[in-house]
């Protein structure tokens, strides 16, 4: 049996993977080699395989994202990338729908506000280690080789930075739209919203000191 906090946890995972799948596909360019497209694919049929299982399961709890998707794929001509099929989670169609469960709003609340805090905690500690290969590499690194090998590992922590922003806005949007309907109040003090601006590591915000005056982003009084 799946139950309601199951179904919600389960629909933020699959979220993530689409993130995931969708940055990668990016990163791949115009020159695609043999094996790179065999792991699109493998990618690509892991992730509709557990779509297709949690679709079911969801239809059992919320009958209404049937006729959701049925207007959603007519409007887009039944086309579409498999990152950018309708979850229909309980925050994302609150607005279109007033047969929502409560008890399922609920329990996507406590998870959002739990993902929210996490991914800060996560984006605190990435910056942290960016700022530490990038200070290492200017200090220590030489030759061609080493830098090369230093690159590729900040691409990876900047992949990694994008998902975690990803992540945060997609469960502050969340947490926006369920909030007034099942009255919660105050998370906002805490949970800002995420600009692009707001990504720098702590070492460069003391690096960038003026007369004494340090200005921490709300980031790190959170999660600081």
Not at 14 to 35: F, I, M, N, P, T
Not at 67 to 92: F, K, T, V, W
Not at 173 to 185: E, G, R
Request: proline residues 2%; contains cysteine.
């Amino acid at each position: 049996d799946v139950s309601p906090s199951m179904l919600i946890g389960s629909g933020l995972d699959l979220e993530e993977q689409q993130c995931r799948l969708h940055l990668y596909k990016a990163s791949l360019g115009l020159h695609v080699s043999d094996r790179q497209e065999g792991s699109v694919l493998h990618k690509t049929t892991s992730l509709q395989c557990h779509i297709d299982l949690w679709a079911a399961v969801q239809q059992l709890y919320m009958p209404v994202v049937g006729i959701i998707r049925q207007h959603l794929s007519a409007a887009n001509s039944g086309m579409g990338q498999l990152e950018d099929y309708a979850l229909c989670l309980p925050s994302a169609i609150v607005a279109a729908s007033s047969t929502c469960n409560k008890i399922l709003m609920e329990h996507e609340w406590k998870l959002r506000h739990a993902q929210a805090h996490d991914a800060l905690h996560s984006l605190c500690q990435t910056l942290w280690y960016q700022s530490y290969i990038l200070k290492f590499k200017d200090q220590h690194l030489t030759g061609q080789g080493a830098n090369t090998c230093a690159h590729a590992t900040l691409k990876k922590i900047e992949a990694k930075i994008t998902i975690i922003m990803q992540q945060y806005q997609a469960a502050h949007a969340a947490l926006c739209f369920l909030a007034p309907i099942i009255n919660k109040t105050g998370w906002q003090t805490t949970l800002c919203m995420l600009r692009s601006e707001d990504i720098c590591s702590m070492m460069d915000m003391l690096d960038m000191e003026t007369e004494g005056t340090q200005m921490f982003l709300w980031i790190w009084k959170v999660h600081g």
